[in-house]
């Protein structure tokens, strides 16, 4: 009986062997998977695939997402400034408070393209990929990658021909990208830009920043327009007294009528400019919005080993009373 149960069990055995070994030299079959940046089940078409038997953490089997950037919390500061949406004597006339998952194509227009630099010498090409829309913020994101012949790429927004004003109080909050070379702009522009061309269109910078060790905390509010055929500016700053504007949310805001323009940081006065000569007839005409996130250029200087990417433009809202 001994010797038949171990004639049994080697035979067993081999068996068992032989079945792993058949196993073992089965050959996988690789698939494409491409990666879910942000967790909806559908993978980014843009984004370089996965080849491999298995489908890798965070990839899925199909590339279904036009718009696949996700939003780290890390990019969203819980606290900050803030500003009301009722002023004594003033009504609120227009807003963004960027709801819903997509930009509302109603009032904003995407700027595609390198445009030999946007004049200044940039480094980026803009996309309509690197805005995002979600949780209740517009994010604009700057990439270091190669894209239409440039290594970086961003977004440009405006509101042209879909919304402009003239004079009012305008509230935009929001938490600016940081580093060298990075230079995040929330402006506007003349509405008869295309028939005038820049300067003679006027330009207002709400807020501009010069990324960087000496310039992330740093706002500047400037304008800018023709004298004589003449570009001509006007403009001033104002530093945190601590920290960077990537720290926290803040309210970049003007208030313009006939007479002045005067800048304010989360409700503090830091700037002004009077209006009221004829030389700065520009300023008495409808003006659009424009967001966007420039990467390198002749004010800021490029990016160097210390810049890190992406970088977040985060707004939360803008506003605009009369």
Sequence with gaps: MKTGKLIILFFVLISLSSSCKKTQEEPCVKKTWYQDADGDGKGGKTATPWEACEAPPGYVANADDDNDNPAPASII?????????????????WADEFEGNSLDDKYWNYEIGYNNGWGNNELQHYRRENTSVRDGYLIIEAKAEN????????????????????????????????????????????????EVGWPKCGEIDIMEMVGGPNG???????????????????????????????????????????????????????????????????????????????????????????????????????????
Excluded at 86 to 91: D, E, I, N, P, S
Excluded at 166 to 173: N, P
Excluded at 284 to 309: H, K, Y
């Design 77 to 93: 500061p819980t606290r900050g400034y803030t500003t009301p949406k009722t002023y004594a004597g003033l009504r609120l006339v």
């Design 147 to 194: 894209f239409g012949g440039q290594r970086y790429t961003s977004s440009r927004l405006t509101t042209e021909n879909k919304y402009s004003f003239k004079y009012g109080r305008v509230d935009i909050r929001a938490v600016l990208p940081k580093g060298q070379g990075i230079w995040p702009a929330l402006w506007m522009l003349g509405k008869n830009f295309r």
């Design 216 to 322: 992330d905390n740093t706002v500047h509010g400037t304008v800018h327009w023709d004298n004589s055929n003449r570009h001509a500016q006007f403009g001033g700053s104002t530093q945190l007294a601590s920290g960077t504007f990537n720290d926290a949310f803040h309210v970049f805001s003007i208030t313009w009528d006939s007479k002045k323009i005067i800048w304010y940081l989360d409700d503090r006065k830091y700037h002004e400019i009077d209006i009221t000569p004829a030389g700065l007839s520009e300023f008495q005409e409808e003006f659009f919005f424009l967001f966007n996130i420039a990467v390198g250029g002749n004010w800021p200087g490029n990016p160097d080993s210390n810049t890190t990417f992406p970088q977040f433009m985060v707004v939360d809202y803008v506003r605009v009373f009369q």
